[in-house]
C-alpha cells in the first residue's frame, strides 16, 4: 500500500512540473503555459456524470477563461484512448491529460484518502488549481463540487 499522506498545495508554492500524455498521446508539460495562467484540474474518471459535467463545465466557460488569458487542462488517471473518447463525445475543446500511475495527482495532493459514501477510500480528490505566469499556484481547491464549481471559479477569478 502506498503512502497516501497528502501533501496539499497552497497559494504560492511552485507548481509540481509535470509532462504527460493527451488524448491522442501527444506529451503536455506544464511549462508549455509558461507566460499564461492555466486552471489544472484533476477528476476521478472520464465518462462519468459528475466528471461529465464538470468538463462540459469548463468547455462551455473556456472562451470566457481563454479571453482574459487563462487556458485549462484536466488530469485523471484515465489511459489516452479513454480520454479520447470522453473528448469526443462531449466535443471537450480544451487538452485531458493521462496519469495512470498518478504520480502528478500525488505530487498535487490530488490522490489519497477521501470520504466517499461515508467510508474512507482512497481515489481522486477532485482538485483545482489556477497556476500563475511564472508557474506559482494561486488558488488551490480540493474535494470541489463538479456541479457549480467552474460558475464559483468565475466568480472567485471576476472572469
Known amino acids: 500500500m502506498q503512502d497516501v499522506t497528502n501533501q496539499r498545495l497552497s497559494p504560492g508554492d511552485t507548481a509540481p512540473a509535470f509532462t504527460l500524455p493527451d488524448a491522442d498521446g501527444k506529451e503536455v508539460s506544464l511549462a508549455d503555459y509558461r507566460g499564461r495562467k492555466v486552471i489544472v484540474y484533476f477528476y476521478p474518471a472520464a465518462s462519468t456524470p459528475g466528471c461529465t459535467k464538470q468538463a462540459c463545465d469548463f468547455r462551455d466557460n473556456l472562451a470566457e477563461l481563454n479571453d482574459v488569458g487563462i487556458d485549462v487542462l484536466g488530469i485523471s488517471p484515465d489511459k489516452p484512448a479513454k ?77
Open 83 to 159: 480520454l479520447a473518447k470522453f473528448r469526443d463525445a462531449e466535443g471537450l475543446t480544451f487538452p485531458l491529460l493521462s496519469d495512470p500511475d498518478r504520480a502528478v495527482l500525488t505530487a498535487w495532493g490530488a490522490f489519497g484518502e477521501k470520504t466517499m459514501y461515508g467510508k474512507t477510500v482512497t481515489g481522486v480528490i477532485r482538485s483545482t488549481f489556477l497556476v500563475d505566469e511564472q508557474g506559482k499556484i494561486e488558488v488551490a481547491q480540493y474535494n470541489v463540487r463538479a456541479t457549480g464549481h467552474v460558475a464559483k471559479l468565475r466568480r472567485d477569478l471576476s472572469v
